[in-house]
């Protein structure tokens, strides 16, 4: 599908000539409303003349697009703009275009020629773009092109005034990035290289001649569209090649001592090293570029020798003595893991989490003759168990810890089916981030849990890491699964049960084997007077007791649970689980009953509704009717937000074993959004086809859907640009 710009109102400045025009009469060709801007003037800013913008109206004009012209100096930003409003009612891009040159070697730079470079190029974008920039704002959407030039990306001889302002350009731009993206204004910057009467005189003629503007023009409409997601880039370009270049810094190196004065003779030192690439990083933000300072700011004061060797800057602050390196750790994955099983683990799970026949409704889960047996929705942690187990996280790069000083903060697990009573499931864990909590580091691990290829479950295991923080890394992550509070109120409902003496005896049998929770003597070297419980043991109490609550002790109808691990519970003691139930959450906080400790706080379990489980639970043994059952959740909730965002209608047919299986419309064009089983009847502008398989595959990120595409996994009938839309939807279902 091409790249329309129908409706959309284009300024492009200096367009007049070279670059620009070739940008004017590209943009007008895709049905923009263009404002062809030039002054007329000489390449050295004097003059003035209306004939060259009028000419490239013309052309456009005669080849049936819409174009007006405007004679004013980019200087006068507002009057542009206004043109633009004057003939098209709106301004969505501006292509930041018009320039001079007034080349001289520095020494003979007068302030004129400063100051004229500096007007037209770095001011007058400034101008132009400030005056679109709230109409900008206000309609959430806009495209800025700024044109900088790789003598101010590397310098030049002879263009310090022309260097100095064009790499001026790329600071504007950055900046507008950042403060544009809300609005869904974006900012970037081209350093170009074509033949213009700017560059005939510094360029052989075939040069010239063979270097054509319409090799660039194609990148600055790409910028500019709609579906381009590109903010903040700087790019070259030029010959049909385009590439992208950003910052790499050394990892640098502290030159100074606790209680001792930095001295120039200690930076000549160690200069080799301030200036090796070696280990470079690439650092995005200003606060990366801060936090690092900080952090040696901070390890300086401490007295920690931060002078010398490969790990001493702010690129290694984070592997500080804590032995703790983010930029190392994250991302890592670790040896994959199998857990087989069969009723006898499931049975023992259960007794471990304190079930009892003394319960009838407990005997589903304690006898595999019942004609309901099944296997507690949290049995789920323990297949994903075995990767923490045996001290595998300290064998991650970049997570030197002292096993010893683990502690389990807070535990995530979400269900995508029920699970088996027997069979092989395979773990799959990574370092989803960590975090530096000043008395400790906090190691986000995730793992995902297979039966063949079908994902069952996933857990997000907390681990907190006393003493292993003050690394200077981030404090919070978006990838943790929040604990919520519950609300004021008192509890709906409060179920309580005591634990027996040898409760973390039976529990640890499931295959946590920490001596902690049997061995009187190891559990006095953590500090407590006697072994205590498991944490995931109470966890599996508050779990269960929600299930019988709200759920009929219907394992189908468990989605999720979060906790955080408070204080500890002794085995022989009483759970007592205070539960709040608010639409299909059930916020929980577990007491103990004796000394009324709270263990388990912020926490609480999702509960699929009863209607759906028909589709929760696939009855055609296609995983995706998972995936669409969420996408229905999401548009109930969110609706009316994606349909204008997105504003298509989605067609799905899923493939099993090459015949059709299934099919669904995603409708985020109507109303407030719909999702409906079966054909569409014609009313999707883009249809996907492709097998269950293969649509899990890309769900789950395993393959990026070009990739699908290209490899004919993923058939697309229609608006195939409208496939980027879809990320919206699927985008926070990766996991599912
Ligand atoms: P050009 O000279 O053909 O086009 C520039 C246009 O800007 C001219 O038509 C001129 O009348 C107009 N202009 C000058 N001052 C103006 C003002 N105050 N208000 C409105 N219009 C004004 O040059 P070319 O090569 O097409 O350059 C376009 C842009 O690309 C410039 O910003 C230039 O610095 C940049 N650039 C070009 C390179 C190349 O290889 N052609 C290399 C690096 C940067």
Not at 14 to 29: D, H, P, R, T, V
Not at 481 to 500: G, Y
């Amino acid at each position: 599908m091409s790249l329309s710009f129908e409706g959309r109102v284009v300024l492009v400045t200096g367009a007049g000539g070279g670059l620009g025009k070739e940008y004017a009469l590209a943009f007008a060709e895709r049905g923009a409303s263009v404002i062809v801007n030039d002054l007329g003037a000489d390449t050295k800013g004097g003059g003035k003349s209306s004939a060259a913008a009028d000419k490239v109206v013309e052309e456009i004009r005669a080849k049936g697009g819409k174009a007006v012209a405007n004679y004013d100096s980019v200087e006068d930003g507002e009057k542009l703009i206004q043109a633009a409003l004057d003939a098209f009612g709106r301004i969505d891009v501006v292509v930041n275009n018009a320039g001079i040159l007034r080349d001289r070697s520095f020494a003979r730079t007068s302030d004129l020629d400063w100051d004229l470079i500096h007007r037209v190029h770095l001011r007058g974008s400034f101008l132009v773009t400030r005056a679109a920039w709230n109409h900008m704002k206000k309609q959430k959407f806009g495209r800025i092109i700024m044109t900088a030039s790789a003598a101010g990306i590397y310098g030049n001889f002879g263009q310090a005034n022309y260097s100095a302002a064009k790499l001026g350009l790329v600071g504007l731009s950055n900046t507008l990035a950042i403060e544009g993206s809300k609005y869904n204004i974006h900012c970037n910057t081209i350093a170009p290289v074509a033949g213009s009467r700017l560059t005939e005189s510094v360029m052989p003629p075939d040069l010239v001649a063979a270097l054509k503007p319409e090799y660039v023009a194609p990148m600055v409409l790409w910028l500019c569209h709609e579906q381009c997601q590109e903010n903040g880039g700087l790019f070259e370009v030029g010959a049909g090649w385009i590439g992208k270049l950003r910052w790499e810094r050394t990892q640098g190196c502290t030159t100074r001592q606790k209680n001792q004065t930095m001295t120039p003779e200690a930076v000549r030192d160690q200069w080799d090293q301030v200036c090796d690439f070696t280990h470079s990083t690439k650092l995005t933000t200003v606060q990366e570029s801060l936090q690092s300072m900080m952090t040696v700011l901070s390890k300086v004061e401490s007295g920690h020798d931060v002078g010398t060797g490969p790990t001493a800057g702010p690129a290694a602050a984070a592997s500080s003595s804590s032995g703790i390196n983010p930029m190392a750790a994250v991302g890592q994955k670790l040896p994959q893991t199998t857990f087989s099983f069969s009723h006898v683990q499931c049975i023992l799970y259960a007794l471990g989490v304190g079930m009892s026949t003394k319960d009838p409704d407990h005997l589903r889960f304690l006898y595999e003759g019942h004609p309901d047996f099944s296997c507690l929705p949290t049995f789920g942690v323990i297949p994903s168990q075995a990767a923490m187990m045996s001290g595998g996280l300290s064998t991650v790069p970049g997570l030197d810890i002292d096993v010893t000083q683990v502690l389990h903060g807070e535990h995530y697990l979400e269900l995508y089916k029920p699970l088996p009573t027997s069979g092989i499931l395979t773990s799959e864990a990574s370092i989803a981030d960590v975090l530096d909590k000043g008395s400790g580091a906090l190691i986000l691990l995730d793992v995902n849990t297979y039966s063949g290829d079908v994902l069952i479950c996933f857990n997000q295991f907390s681990v907190f890491v006393v003493g292993a923080g003050g690394f200077g890394g981030k404090r919070a992550s978006e990838k943790a699964k929040a604990v919520v509070q519950p609300p004021q109120r008192a509890p709906d409902a409060v179920l309580v049960d005591s634990t027996t003496r040898d409760q973390a005896a039976l529990y640890r049998l499931s295959g946590d084997w920490n001596p902690l929770h049997i061995d009187p003597s190891f559990a006095a070297m953590g500090g407590f007077q006697a072994p205590i419980l498991h944490g995931l043991c109470s966890f599996g109490f508050a779990a269960r007791h929600v299930l019988k609550q709200f759920a009929d002790n219907d394992p189908a109808r468990f989605k999720a649970i979060k906790v955080r691990f408070v204080k500890p519970v002794m085995p022989g003691q009483c759970l007592q689980t205070e539960m709040w139930k608010e639409g299909n959450r059930v916020h929980i906080q577990s007491k103990v009953k004796e000394t009324g400790a709270v263990v388990l706080a912020g926490a609480y379990v999702d509960l699929h509704e009863t209607a759906e489980v028909s589709v929760g639970v696939p009855q055609g043994g296609l995983q995706s009717e998972l995936v669409f059952a969420e996408i229905g959740r999401r548009i109930k909730e969110s609706g009316g937000e994606l349909v204008k965002k997105v504003n298509a209608v989605f067609g799905w047919e899923i493939t099993k074993d090459g015949k059709n299986a299934a099919e669904w419309t995603i409708d985020l064009k109507n109303g407030s959004g719909a999702l409906h089983p079966g054909p569409n009847g014609g009313k999707a502008d883009v249809t996907f086809t492709v097998s269950d398989e293969d649509f899990m595959d890309v769900v789950l990120g395993k393959v990026n859907p070009q990739k699908a595409f290209f490899s004919g996994k993923l058939k697309i009938r229609g608006n195939v640009m409208l496939s980027q839309k879809l990320e919206v939807i699927l985008k926070d279902h990766a996991r599912l």
